[in-house]
């Protein structure tokens, strides 16, 4: 029979796939006699099962679990709604993953009508016990009924409003008797029956929700964000309660073992006397900082101080700690590895390598790597900042500078920000919640008036690399108003205003931004990471100023310089509209000639960027609709210069229209249809090239690419045209200068007849933007309308343009490398779509064998950190 239900003290930290991440810890923290509430967990397995069939506990399942329960029962010496001394259970979501706040908890579970008068008795402390039943009734019917948080929300305003009273501890037990009848209506009207009595019923339903909430969209959100695969599950943890409501000696807390945002040394955290845990995640109340527990509580804080010491060096990494304080008793409820900025990755990870606690290969693997990301967001212009007028200051719960327009809903900020209008946003409410992740996610700073350095709107925020202020009491939000009072202004939707999430202050208006520099730990940990990777990092860059930027952060040349770039400026587009509306060869020659002298400068001014390292230039590849005009002032502007009227002009613009632009006339097409193309840009590559080797002496090989080729012979025709001038010039400057000619591998035909391709190209470079198009058959452009629905129907859990789909995609991939290497063993192969640098999508790279990844200049460092990670976990 299957083992689905672990006791605590039957796991340890080895069963993280089987038990989760709470669940494997808790149980490791068991084995090492940690204070811990004991309890059980149902495994991910158990999660699986659970939707294979059909979402339903199987008879197996369900009797596992009531076996684990009786023996909780047994070791605390109380039993489930016993009348008199009730046993009370958390029950929590614990995927492999650390996803905070995006899966449910349900807490004080096993209470009714009448073990609450028990528990009451028992305790001595009716206002305690009430508290948790009303707690309880409303974590439920949210959780596992999806009865609206809101609803009971309403209803502790209005009691307390009745009373008089400001905060949820100032009401009495008669007022939370009160709370809890008409907590039972609300659950009544929106469900038709009485909420549930038997506590049985309450666990099993309960365990359901957690499994459902795996599935949830916020968590799937997540999941598509963070590479979270769908069929791992989440393990479900039964915990005996321990109470921090239970008056003044108590208390819950979140505590780290160092400053999750700067990485520094030292316990970092914040609790809250006479409260439960959501209270504190929640930011319903602005806890106190964790220092201040020496003075209220001495004992407890030693003891508190020792352990979490302790549990950093068992683990040897930074802890995220859960605890409660009950009555003057320390329990820890979890301990994880802690989320942290990048900054603080990078400083923990070079710390606790010179502490001797890690190896330099385990601190390379300990950075995510997207994470990177957030060490290259902007900060404030230093002379912008000293003009700008401070309205306010909170918490700095996530670090960076953002100054965007104020939106007040999630579903606002999406539309306006990444992803939507491309506005910059600042997402400002009372509290986040996990249902806010995308309104999150498409702004560039969010702002909160409740919370604290651990609720809910700082973690997120900080593992997004999203600017955050948290906890800014003195602001007055009318959310349905959609303004918000603060340093005696009022703002409305669309206003501007800036936050720096380093030093907690709110600025009026918005405030410049500059880009941000990088260096010490930084360099120590990519010097690492050059040193274990075997992949290349080379950056897509069309200009001198990306090219100068991109080595600054470490790359090693140019895998994708796409031309059709350079002819956009102002000065150039007439020439090449020109060039498109020629009607002879000769015509299209002078044009062209035109154009010559701006590409050969731009490639000049590349090389001495590069300074020796390689650079593969991709040949025109886009429809020549791209560069016509649609303006009519520009269409006459053109029509005078060339001499032709107006409706000749527009005529042969109409006539460029295409009506599947991916697969028209572009790419290598363009060369087989006007080869003077070809002939100027091999003209302007090589004149470059050997110039620059000239003048600076460095070792220039010139690689040129011919995009979009799915046939042998339409390639040595474009090839045969490239290396008939490149030979010429050669002969007119007196060099003898090797160059490459290769292709884009884009189409899925080039990639089933790459080793006869590999007959004429001396390398391949995967164009997987396009490849990933032409296989799924969608449109990028287009995709973004009709992929929600996929996520939520299960149908994909990535976007296969922002992750390569290694099934198929990526199977296309490793034939062509494997055909083309047998055709040429020396063929050199890289990537150069947005592919190029995510962290998934480079692993696959290193274990199909390819010499280098390519990809915009600010994710280089990503692709490096990436690149030696695949190789340490691919030994």
Known sequence: MAKWVYKFQEGNASMRNLLGGKGCNLAEMTGLGMPIPQGFTVTTEACTEYYNCGKKISDEIQTQIFDALKWLEEYNGKKLGDVEDPLLVSVRSGARASMPGMMDTILNLGLNDVSVEGFAKKTGNPRFAYDSYRRFIQMFSDVVMEVPKSHFEKIIDEIKAEKGVTYDVELTADDLKELIVRFKKVYFDAMGSEFPQDPTVQLMEAVKAVFRSWDNPRAIVYRRMNDIPGDWGTAVNVQTMVFGNKGETS?????????????????????????????????????????????????????????????????HDMQDMEFTIEEGKLYFLQTRNGKRTAPAAIKIACDLVDEGQITPEEAVCRIEAKSLDQLLHP???????????????????????????????????????????????????????????EGMHASQGILTVRGGMTSHA????????????????????????????????????????????????????????????????????????????KLSVRTNADTPADTLNAVRLGAEGIGLCRTEHMFFGEDRIPKIRKMILSKTVEQREAALAELLQFQKADFKAMYEA????????????????????????????????????????????DSLHEFNPMMGHRGCRLAVTYPEIAKMQTRAVMEAAIEVAQEKGYDIVPEIMIPLVGEKKELKFVKDVVVEVAEQVKKEKNSDMQYHIGTMIEIPRAALTADKIAEEAEFFSFGTNDLTQMTFGFSRDDAGKFLDSYYKAKIYESDPFARLDQEGVGQLVKMAVEKGRATRPNLKCGICGEHGGDPSSVEFCHKVGLNYVSCSPFRVPIARLAAAQAALNNK
Not at 278 to 301: C, F, H, K, N
Not at 420 to 436: H, N
Not at 508 to 530: H, L, Q, Y
Request: aromatic residues 8%.
């Open 610 to 653: 590069l300074e020796g390292r390689p650079m593969t230039v991709r040949y025109l590849d886009p429809p020549l609709h791209e560069f016509v005009p649609t303006d009519p002032e520009d269409i006459a502007a053109l029509a005078k210069d060339m001499n032709l009227t107006v409706e000749e002009v527009k005529a042969t613009c």
């Open 251 to 315: 208390g819950t807390g979140v505590a780290f073992t160092r400053n999750p945002s700067t990485g520094a040394k030292g316990i970092f955290g914040e609790y809250l006397l006479n409260a439960q845990g959501e209270d504190v995640v929640a930011g319903v109340r602005t806890p106190q900082p964790i220092s201040t527990l020496e003075q209220a509580m001495p004992e407890v804080y030693k003891q508190f101080m020792d352990l979490a010491t302790n549990l950093e060096n068992h683990f």
């Open 458 to 533: 700082a973690v997120v925020a900080r593992g997004m690399g999203t600017c955050c202020v948290s906890g800014c009491g003195e602001i007055k939000i009318d959310e349905e108003a959609k303004t918000f009072e603060l340093g005696g202004y009022t703002f409305h939707e669309g206003d501007y205003i800036s936050l720096d999430g380093t030093t907690g202050k709110i600025y009026k208006g918005d405030i410049k931004t500059v880009e941000a520099s990088v260096g010490g730990d930084f360099g120590r940990v990519m010097a690492w990471a050059d040193q274990f990777r």
């Open 379 to 437: 900060t404030f212009d230093t002379a912008a900042l000293k003009a700008g007028e401070v309205i306010g200051s909170a918490l700095p719960a996530s670090p960076g500078a953002a100054a965007g327009k104020v939106y007040f809903t999630a579903d606002e900020a999406k539309a306006a920000g990444k992803g939507g209008r491309g506005e910059r946003v600042i997402l400002v409410r009372l509290e986040t919640s996990p249902e806010d992740i």
